[in-house]
């Protein structure tokens, strides 16, 4: 759906303060995000994440289309604790844009 993956780059604006993804991308105050959709939360080398994340990384926790709705809809409900300090996507549609912009990051 490239319309969709389009939208999703305009969308990834709102994390790309903490975040970044592509070739050589680096942790920043969030985790580079290549290789997050469909895969498991808490793995990124060198980036320290929060105790509530890494509890429910343990609890096996994959970062899947759905626990990535819900992650955006709401972070601090998701996993409360959290340091992602992100209000949220309230449009269903702006997070499934997103979500289709990172599956490009990812295999
Ligand atoms: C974690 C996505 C906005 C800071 C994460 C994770 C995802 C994600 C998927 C989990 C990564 C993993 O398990 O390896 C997004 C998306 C955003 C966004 C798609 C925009 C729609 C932001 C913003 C900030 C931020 C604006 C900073 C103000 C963080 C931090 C973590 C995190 C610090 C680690 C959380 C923890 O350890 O509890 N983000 N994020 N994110 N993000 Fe974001």
Redesign the pocket.
């Known amino acids: 759906h490239p319309e969709l993956i389009a939208a999703g780059e305009k969308?990834?604006k709102?994390?790309a303060?903490?975040?970044k993804v592509g070739e050589g991308a680096k942790n920043g105050?969030?985790?580079m995000?290549n290789n997050?959709v469909g895969h498991p939360?808490?793995?990124?080398e060198g980036f320290k994440?929060?105790k509530?994340?890494l509890a429910m990384a343990e609890e096996g926790l994959v970062?899947d289309e759905a626990a990535?709705h819900h992650?955006?809809e709401n972070p601090k409900a998701f996993?409360k604790g959290?340091?992602?300090?992100?209000a949220g996507?309230k449009k269903e549609e702006d997070r499934a844009a997103?979500i289709a912009y990172?599956s490009t990051f990812a295999q």
Request: glycine share 6%.
């Open positions: 969308v990834f709102k994390c303060a903490c975040h105050t969030g985790p995000l997050v939360a808490g793995k990124v994440y929060s509530p994340l970062w990535l992650l955006l996993i959290t340091k992602m300090s992100f996507l997103v990172l």
